[in-house]
């Protein structure tokens, strides 16, 4: 399973994002929740979050989740597994 996610960043930068299972782990750790539980109550910060842990697994960013978040104008899902 993957989730796949594209970010605006502040700067007018779109990236598309692919959150697999390591970062579905990461969030059910950090937040105490099924990833099941986004199909009905997504919030931003969860999103965010699946985003910022696939691009801190990878190294595209060194960042804290907050530094990194203060970057993000926007965040939405994908529409296809970016290569």
């Given at each position: 399973m993957k989730i796949n996610l594209r970010i605006e960043l502040e700067n007018g930068e779109t990236k598309d994002i692919v959150a697999n299972a390591a970062d579905m782990v990461a969030f059910e750790r950090?937040?105490?929740?099924?990833?099941?539980?986004?199909?009905?109550?997504?919030?931003?910060?969860?999103?965010?979050?699946?985003?910022?842990?696939?691009?801190?697994?990878?190294?595209?960013?060194?960042?804290?989740f907050d530094e990194w978040v203060n970057e993000v104008a926007g965040i939405s899902y994908g529409d296809a597994d970016p290569k």
């Open positions: 950090e937040f105490e929740l099924s990833i099941a539980s986004l199909e009905q109550t997504a919030k931003l910060t969860h999103l965010l979050y699946l985003a910022w842990s696939s691009e801190h697994r990878r190294k595209a960013t060194g960042k804290s």
